[in-house]
């Protein structure tokens, strides 16, 4: 069961499992150090600044180089990230397509069962999977997201992201409505969230 105190503690990567396979991840990356960069919760509400609001953009536009992934339930924390991502192994557009830059940054409704009917119809047609991996999608991301945070804050040449990142297969749609539900609530919860740097345990 999504433990959210210990998710983002240690990697549960399984050693066989192939992250190209069509399914739904949970994912977590952090700010190297902790530092509270993308913004502050406010009332319970994430209030991004301009690096927020860029690594928020960059995370929509994975679809534009990656089309066979859905992007499903996000929020960029101060000093951290969680998303959920679906892997389909072909190009599936229509549940990306709802999102233009600049637009309100509220994931669209994320469906597993229709995510997944893409990669059966392409396997059983026969089709070979040109999916990228996980860690593919997710080194471009953090990568990308680095060199503009770092432009737009003058930092130039520092880490932005801690070296790793954390993730979960989402295994079922009871499980897809937990996770999605508690990256809603996240910012609510801040003041309880050992990644805030005031959170003093009590």
Not at 15 to 29: C, M, P
Request: glycine share 6%; with cysteine.
């Amino acid at each position: 069961m999504y433990n959210p105190d210990i998710h983002h503690r240690r990697s549960i990567r399984l050693r066989d499992f192939d992250y190209s396979a069509n399914g739904a991840y949970f994912v977590t990356i952090c700010v190297q150090g902790r530092e509270s960069l993308f913004g502050c919760v406010c009332d319970d509400g994430m209030v991004l600044n301009e690096a927020g609001r860029m690594v928020a953009e960059l995370w929509l536009r994975l679809t534009e180089k990656f089309p066979e992934i859905v992007l499903g339930e996000f929020m960029v924390m101060p000093n951290h990230f969680h998303g959920i991502i679906c892997i389909t192994k072909t190009v599936i557009r229509e549940f990306n397509n709802g999102y233009t830059v600049g637009a309100p940054l509220a994931a669209p409704a994320f469906d597993l069962q229709e995510c997944n009917k893409g990669a059966a119809i392409a396997e059983k047609q026969g089709a070979a999977s040109s999916a990228p991996t996980l860690g593919k999608i997710m080194r471009m991301f953090k990568s990308i997201s680095a060199i503009e945070v770092n432009r737009i804050q003058d930092r130039q040449g520092r880490p932005l992201w801690q070296r790793n990142y954390y993730e979960r297969i989402i295994r079922d749609e009871k499980e897809l409505a937990s996770t999605s539900e508690y990256i809603a609530l996240n910012p609510a919860r801040w003041a309880k969230d050992k990644e805030n740097p005031d959170y003093t345990g009590m």
